[in-house]
């Protein structure tokens, strides 16, 4: 499991998180909602080693991920899905996909890992020697969700996968998502501006307000939450 | 954070007081140290012409040693051809290469990077060789050009370098006082805002290629004349005097000044002036190579750039202040 | 029309030896975004490593492989102790770009006096390993020769290697996609820094063959202040510029174009206007495309 302690980080003189502690159980999906600035992409950056901590402890299967490089918590199972379609507009789909299981060293492995995502996303799979840059917003995001899952995650960090993506889009990718938790097993903590279609999807959810964590519990609880649905959810 | 309020008078006193100081130490030293303070004197204004170009509008220039070249040329084909005053060859070093400097400008206004940085490189390895192949240039012996002998008035002990020291010092000192003036007007405003941020300078009005291009002449007028300067220190004007080892040379002063800074010129200047000198006297007492003495320059220029780079990348200037606000 | 031909056969030599010492340079851009003027010195270090072993040896085919490797070793080694902690202090950002090329162009000057310093007077030695001797058509002698030929196949085959290397095996794709989005590359697992070091790596085996291959074209001898290098430094560099910094191909049509315009502007007008032709068409291809003949359009910092 994940398992986050009094985690603060700064960047130069703003304190973009503090004191944020909780926990994710294996196997589940987190949402993470909240405003600009409220900190979810530091959080993210953080966990995934682009970012420095400053103060406080995260364990990720009692392994502490603090102060390692990303290249490093990748080998550790831990993918990172940075925000604004994560692909390399210069190199092909297929190329896009290859790079997250470069570090496997194991060609039938790697074979193996892009049937799966040609299975989930098989719109991938008809643009294979395509560039990146001739896909489309949606396909982008499956490209860059699909490069993660090349790399064999266990925790899955996603930063707005939905971000520019048309409702119908949205949707597809979410339960693309909800899949991964459900039939794969894996850890999922997703960041998102559209909190109710996050939390629609998530077992727990943890909203952030102002670096620090102004309300945590089941993802249902939340959704009906009255106060959280004023503050975050808009109605 | 405390900061003195310095006004342009301030500055005045300032700049009169280093002339009063070189004024008194032209009349101590010797001549081979006068022409080392011509030589500074002229780094100086060369090396401001860098800094305004690189520090302030953000332009980089590997080639400013063929700007000079182009100044001293024009100062003694000037006085040769055209048998006009020293003070007017100055003047025309400076608009030549001024219109020069506006069209390269032009080109450099579209360029960014290493793009600028190759043209600017391959304009200082092409520019003196054309003296080789137009006869009226001198080829590789150069022209002649001569800034004349200290008025009679001034008796017969005042040497020839100790005039030089004062025509180059005292253009120097009002070209200095001139730049930084220009610093801290609208222009050098725009220049500062164009380098922080293109976009945000373009949004609030300015025009980005305007700007650019008035830098790159502003700079190259300035440069014109640190070589019509140059020329006047070594009485001849010729491709051997402006090798790529100038160009590097001068970015190097600009480095070791600090690049965004005018305030350090002086530090640049004399450090290519006296590395070469303690440098000679290190090797005279090292005396196991004889290669040596002819290496050290270079090895220590080299040291101290590596160091500056690493240790104060914004110069030693601001390093110093960083340090005395904190 | 001989006299043309012989012309274009020189420039054509000339210009893929130009064309390797842009790879060089446009190597290290791609994988660190600095301008790297130490190539020209390290090219230079490494062809007097190859010079001792063709000493020792007698063997062209022992020296030249030996001098890629020390190269590439000099190279790796600067990344590693210089650049790679200057970038870091510098910020991500890439900071002023100003600032990188005045650390290589120290490192230039810091090579060239313990070069000077090793060798003084004294110079390498790189005869050309075959006739140099042009072939003989109709009873005149033309610029080919089997050495200019070797060249020519010299630099094909690392063209052909290289690009293979890049297209085809799991190093190039990490070191294209470190090139072009170093944070995406790191999540995906690619260990960016030590790829970077690779880059600088290859790029310096490159530049040792273009340094040695200038020198048998030339004079035959290699010296620190050697004219030669100046002119495999500045061309390569403008090269590189003028096939737009970023891509291989961009280099080699480069070099092939800096090289047949200089030996025809060598030939028919003049030898003192060589340097100053090549600011012309430098200026002249940056007006027409300021990325280069093959540039990014702007956005690809990605």
């Known amino acids: 499991m994940l398992r986050i302690e009094n985690l603060t980080v700064d960047h130069g003189a703003i304190r973009a998180l503090r004191g944020v502690s909780f926990n994710v159980e294996k196997g589940q999906l987190a949402a993470i909602i909240g405003a600009n600035g409220a900190g979810k992409t530091t959080l993210l950056r953080t966990l995934s080693g682009l970012n420095k901590a400053s103060e406080g402890q995260a364990h990720w299967n009692d392994h502490n991920i603090l102060h390692s490089k990303p290249e490093k918590l990748v080998r550790h199972g831990i993918s990172h899905v940075s925000e604004g379609k994560s692909v390399i507009p210069g190199l092909t789909v297929s190329e896009n996909l290859e790079l997250g299981s470069l570090w496997r060293r194991n060609r039938s492995e790697s074979a193996k890992s892009k049937k799966e995502v040609l299975e989930l996303f098989p719109r991938l799979g008809e643009r294979l020697s395509q560039r990146a840059d001739s896909l489309s917003g949606g396909e982008r995001q499956m490209l860059a969700l699909g490069r993660s899952i090349m790399s064999k995650p266990e925790l899955l960090l996603l930063d707005e996968p939905s971000l520019g993506l048309a409702p119908l889009v949205i949707e597809q990718i979410f339960q693309a998502i909800r899949d991964l938790t459900t039939t794969k097993g894996l850890t999922v903590i997703l960041v998102e501006q559209n909190a109710m279609g996050a939390l629609k999807i998530a077992d727990v959810g943890i909203v952030l307000n102002l670096g620090s964590i102004a309300a945590t519990g089941s993802a249902a609880a939340l959704k009906d939450d009255p106060a959280v649905r004023a503050a975050y959810l808009g109605f | ?326 | ?302």
Not at chain 2, 108 to 136: D, E
Not at chain 2, 267 to 290: H, K, M, N, Q, Y
Request: aromatic share 10%; with cysteine; glycine share 10%.
């Open chain 3, 1 to 302: 029309m001989f006299e043309l031909i012989n012309t274009l056969l020189i420039g054509i030599t000339a210009g893929s030896i130009y064309s390797l010492m842009a790879i060089s340079v446009v190597l290290v851009w791609r994988s660190t975004r600095v301008v790297n003027f130490a190539a020209g010195g390290l090219a230079l270090a490494s062809s007097f490593v190859g010079a001792a072993i063709l000493e020792k040896t007698g063997s062209f085919w022992i020296a030249l492989p030996i001098a890629m490797v020390a190269g590439a070793v000099f190279s790796a080694f600067i990344e590693y102790f210089f650049l790679r902690p200057l970038l870091k202090r510098s910020g991500d950002k890439g900071a002023e770009i100003f600032l990188p090329i005045i650390a290589t162009l120290g490192l230039l000057g810091i090579i060239k006096t313990i070069l000077n310093y090793i060798y003084g007077d004294r110079v390498g030695s790189l005869p050309p390993p075959m006739s140099d001797k042009g072939f003989v058509f109709s009873g005149e002698s033309i610029a080919l020769s089997p050495m200019r030929l070797l060249i020519l196949g010299i630099v094909l085959l690392l063209m052909i290697s290289l690009t293979l290397v890049f297209q085809r095996t799991n190093l190039g794709l990490s070191l294209r996609a470190a090139s072009f989005a170093p944070e995406i590359s790191r999540l995906a697992g690619i260990r960016v820094d030590f790829i970077r070091t690779v880059g600088w790596a290859i790029s310096g085996g490159v530049g040792a063959t273009a340094g040695i291959l200038q020198t048998t074209n030339g004079s035959g001898s290699v010296s620190p202040e050697s004219f030669e290098f100046s002119l495999l430094l500045v061309f390569g560099f403008v090269a590189a510029v003028i096939g737009g910094i970023e891509s291989l191909i961009g280099a080699v049509l480069g070099g092939l174009t800096l090289g047949i315009i200089l030996a025809i502007i060598l030939m028919y007008v003049g030898g003192s206007l060589v340097f100053i032709a090549a600011f012309l068409i430098l200026i002249l291809v940056l007006l027409l495309r300021p990325h280069g003949i093959i540039g990014a359009k702007g956005g690809r910092r990605a």
């Open chain 2, 1 to 326: 954070m405390h900061k003195r309020h310095v006004t342009n008078k301030h500055r005045f006193i300032g700049f009169v007081l280093i002339g009063l100081l070189v004024y008194i130490l032209s009349n101590t030293v010797d001549e081979w140290k006068s022409f080392q303070g011509a030589t500074i004197a002229v780094y100086v204004v060369a090396i401001a012409s860098i800094i305004l170009l690189t520090g302030y509008s953000g332009q980089i220039s590997l080639g400013h040693g063929a700007l000079l070249a182009i100044g001293a040329y024009t100062a003694a084909l000037t006085q040769i051809y055209l048998h006009l005053p020293v003070w007017i060859c100055f003047v025309a070093a400076v608009l030549i290469t001024s219109l020069f400097g506006a069209i390269l400008g032009l080109a450099a206004a579209r360029l960014t990077g290493p793009y600028l940085a190759g043209t600017t490189l391959a304009l200082a390895v092409g520019l003196p060789s054309i003296a080789n192949q137009f006869s009226f240039l001198g080829g590789e012996q150069g022209i002649s050009f001569d800034a004349g002998w200290p008025p009679l008035s001034f008796g017969e002990a005042f040497t020839q370098y100790k005039w030089f020291f004062w025509i180059t010092s005292l253009t120097a000192l009002i070209m200095m006082w001139w730049i930084q003036n220009l610093l801290r007007s609208r222009y050098g405003r725009t220049w500062r805002a164009v380098k922080t941020n293109e976009v945000a300078a373009e949004l609030s009005g300015i025009r980005l290629a305007r700007s650019k291009v008035l830098a790159f002449t502003v700079s190259a007028g300035i440069a014109g004349m640190a070589g019509a300067l140059l020329a006047t220190t070594i009485n001849n004007v010729s491709p051997s005097a402006f090798p790529l080892a100038l160009s590097f040379s001068l970015a190097t002063g600009a480095i070791l000044s600090g690049v965004n800074t005018l305030g350090g010129v002086m530090i640049g200047a004399v450090a290519l002036v006296a590395i070469p000198e303690i440098a000679s006297l290190v090797a005279d007492r090292w005396s196991g190579s004889e290669s040596v003495p002819s290496l050290l320059p270079d090895f220590i220029v080299s040291v101290l750039l590596i160091l500056t780079v690493f240790l104060a990348p914004k110069g030693p200037i601001e390093k110093f202040r960083s340090r005395h606000v904190k």
